[in-house]
Structures are given as C-alpha cells and as structure tokens.
T-cell receptor
Framework: EAGVVQSPRYKIIEKKQPVAFWCNPISGHNTLYWYLQNLGQGPELLIRYENEEAVDDSQLPKDRFSAERLKGVDSTLKIQPAELGDSAVYLC????????????????FGPGTRLTVL | GQNIDQPTEMTATEGAIVQINCTYQTSGFNGLFWYQQHAGEAPTFLSYNVLDGLEEKGRFSSFLSRSKGYSYLLLKELQMKDSASYLCAVSAFSGGYNKLIFGAGTRLAVHP
C-alpha cells in the first residue's frame, strides 16, 4: 500500500515568489494534516482537514498561506509571497479519521517538501 | 500551555540498550506517541501509550506514567540503522480536536 505522497521533494525560490506543495494521502484516510518542521525541531501543525473541511487552521498564517482540499482527497498548500523565514520542511500527514473530535488516530507522514527561500 | 522536553542528543554503542526520556506538561492529555525520523525522511510511527505501563514491540518498548508526566522509549540490541531522531509527541485535546504536540526530538548516534 502506498504511503503519503508529496511533491516536489525540494523547492528553491527567491523571496516574494509564490510556491505550492501537493499531497496525496493514504487511500481511505479522511483526515489530512499539514505541518511545518524547522531544522532541529519537531513538526508544528499548520492545518487539519476532515474530508474537505478545514477544522483547525488556527496556526496557519493566513496573510500569506492558504490551503485547499477540494474533493476531500489531495491537498495543496500555497505560500504567496514567500519570505526568508519560510525556509523549512513542509510535511503532510494523514489518518483514518471518522472517530470524532476525541479520536487519537495514528498519523502517517509523507517525506516532506524542503523549501529554501533565497 | 503545552511543554514537552527530551534530550537533544544521545550516543550509544551498537548492541547496547538506550533509553530516551520525555517529560511533558499538558492539559487534555489523550496519549503519547513516539516517532522515528531519519535525516531527510518522513517521521515513522513507533508506539502509542495511553495507559500507564510498558508496551513492548520487538526491540523497541515505550513506557508511560501519566501521574508523573513522563515517558521513555527503550531501544535494545542497537543497530547502526537506529541512528535517527526520535520524536516524542503528546496528543492533547484543544480547540475542539485532539492535536499532536511534538517535542524537538532526540538525535541518537549509534557507534560501532
């Protein structure tokens, strides 16, 4: 069974340019997460989707970040415009979901997109 | 607030045993996860504890004490491939949903 797929694996852009990341979760997983991971740190949640609904985007910097999961499967995360401080690894994860707000599904992570902003 | 502490780095010898500790302070605790992350790769699930006690899974075991806010990951018969970062993550109910709050990770280096 395929795991979480992300692309691109690496992206180098100049500041003020836009960038987009794509994620395909494990088949049948209803919950999708985007995390940011800085070097030497643990992942930090940016946004969580239950099917196509963003149920927790409290940590997403909405002035420049946006995300969508239109058909409840694939998702894209966009930054426009990118800043130097956005250089990090952007991880996507998925879990089965459907267990309600108190569910503690195991999350399965993709390999991430390493973004470098010059 | 939420706070998770784990050592930044550890070293160990191939074939030995190593214990990686994690302490946490959180409200709405709903379990604790351990993930392994090799450099440049995805975090991979190792274990989940929600009740006090020891969970054993092959060479890896994880322990939880909810009253002490303490967990450890025990790695036995260390192999070179165990060199990686080990992330402690607490599941906490906040803002209407369970969230995973990660520690900064412990970088383990296994030497011959």
């Amino acid at each position: 069974e395929a795991g979480v797929v992300q692309s691109p694996r690496y992206k180098i852009i100049e500041k003020k340019q836009p960038v987009a990341f794509w994620c395909n979760p494990i088949s049948g997983h209803n919950t999708l997460y985007w995390y940011l991971q800085n070097l030497g740190q643990g992942p930090e949640l940016l946004i969580r989707y239950e099917n196509e609904e963003a149920v927790d985007d409290s940590q997403l910097p909405k002035d420049r970040f946006s995300a969508e999961r239109l058909k409840g499967v694939d998702s894209t995360l966009k930054i426009q415009p990118a800043e130097l401080g956005d250089s990090a690894v952007y991880l996507c994860a998925s879990s089965l979901g459907g267990g309600g707000a108190h569910s503690t599904d195991t999350q399965y992570f993709g390999p991430g997109t390493r973004l470098t902003v010059l | 607030g939420q706070n998770i502490d784990q050592p930044t780095e550890m070293t160990a010898t191939e074939g030995a045993i190593v214990q990686i500790n994690c302490t946490y302070q959180t409200s709405g605790f709903n379990g604790l996860f351990w993930y392994q992350q090799h450099a440049g790769e995805a975090p991979t699930f190792l274990s989940y504890n929600v009740l006090d006690g020891l969970e054993e899974k092959g060479r890896f075991s994880s322990f939880l004490s909810r009253s002490k806010g303490y967990s450890y990951l025990l790695l036995k018969e260390l192999q070179m491939k165990d060199s990686a970062s080990y992330l402690c993550a607490v599941s906490a109910f906040s803002g209407g949903y369970n969230k995973l709050i990660f520690g900064a990770g412990t970088r383990l280096a296994v030497h011959p």
